[in-house]
């Protein structure tokens, strides 16, 4: 029988972790889309880009920048049953009490996903899935930033590190969130001087994984750009530092001290300019 | 009991309802894009593969995944029949594999944000296979592009994706008839080429495949 309508090619799955991925990038920018018919922003015309970046200006002029405040403003695919109760184990005496329900995944890098929802503060909470520690596992309650964090252009901290081998290596993890209207993606400066490009989730939420050793004082610096990839804004925020313990200088003793995304340790936000 | 739009899937003991394409493209519709985001999920694997089809090549099939949905969303305002999202979708798809050009350059700015694809531990293993793949989807691509474009896709969409008719032609916008004829046309010049050139050795996977059966 001679029938060409077979042919010896399987059909196959995307790997999990690209479909994902591809999907996120998809909500990310359909949610650009405010009607049927309309493109992509990144296919506006000059003068729609002014004027979008024009209502942007007059919106922030109009409402302040409590950006962070306004509820509504988190996007993202919602979060599973195990996050909702990790959220739902946030102690109110930390001073925020975060809405289980609303929790939504708003980043991801390889097997970090972030999570992220809203509180009755005025600000968000986030979640920080990570290899060797998931939600489902190691409950913590996740961290929250206080509004006046919140409202900040950029904002970071360590979520989370594993657990170090005898030659002190260790993988960190960072996430935070870029409120600078039109940021895109994010730059980011590791410990060892090198840098990383990052897509920003929605809502402007990112996580990074990456390989260390403790202790640095390292401060990043994050810059947020444009789907140009035009810078927007830098800011540079303390994520780890040594502290030597008295009585000693040896670096191996040095304490490191990870500044999480809590109000009760902010970090430090410089914009630049 | 499902809420009416909702479909009941039973996995072992345990009850699963999911939205149907129906209500998922409803909630789309109205500007939902996380419904879209579950569409998406469902039926990335079949338009990848038919992207992959008609392209030959893995990596072409994923960027032109992520221009299919752009576009459908693009398109949200078209009101479907029920059940019929998918094979709307491959009519999207082959509108925009017809049109490559023109919508690379629509969605310039969100192909450049694709995330890049870092292999995975498993799927790596599969590497050999996808290039094994790929050299015998061109060749058999190489004989089904000497039919005409619109044979070309009749027989994509009803042999290598087994729509039926109905379904082919709602993503075709031809009718019913049309999309008989066409491929039985198809079929006949496909047989034709294969006396061709289809004992040459390695000529056309598709008419191998087909000898070898």
Known sequence: MTSPDLIPVPMRELAPARLTALKHHLIAEVTHVARPGEKLVGRWSSSRRRAFALSIALALLGVGTAVAATSGWLSGSPAPQSVVADFGSYTPQLGFNPDPGGAVQVASDGDAILYATTNSQGSYCVVASLPWKRPSQNPDGGSCVNERTARQDVVAGVV?????DADGNLTLAVAGRISTPHATSIEITLPDASTRNLLLGPSGFFVLMFPTQLCHNWSATITALDVQGRRLTASTIVLERAIQPSGTQDPRFAVCSLPGLTS???PSVQVGP | MGAVGNSERQRGHELEMEPSDTALWARSRAGDAEAFGLLFERHAKAIYNFCFRRLGDWADAEDMLSLVFLEAWRRRDRQLADDKVLPWLYGIATNVLRNRRR???RFAAALRRLPASHPTPGFADQADGRIDDERQMRE???LLT????????????CAWMELNYEDAALALGVPIGTVRSRLSRARRRLRE?????GHEKGRSAMVKEAHDR
Do not use: I, Y
Not at chain 2, 146 to 157: D, G, I, K, T
């Open chain 1, 264 to 266: 009760e340790a902010a």
């Open chain 2, 103 to 105: 919508a690379k350059r």
């Open chain 1, 160 to 164: 989370g590190g594993s657990k170090t």
């Open chain 2, 146 to 157: 000497q039919l005409p474009q619109h044979e070309q896709e009749v027989f994509a969409l």
């Open chain 2, 193 to 197: 080429l294969d006396s061709r050139f």
């Open chain 2, 140 to 142: 058999a691509l190489d």
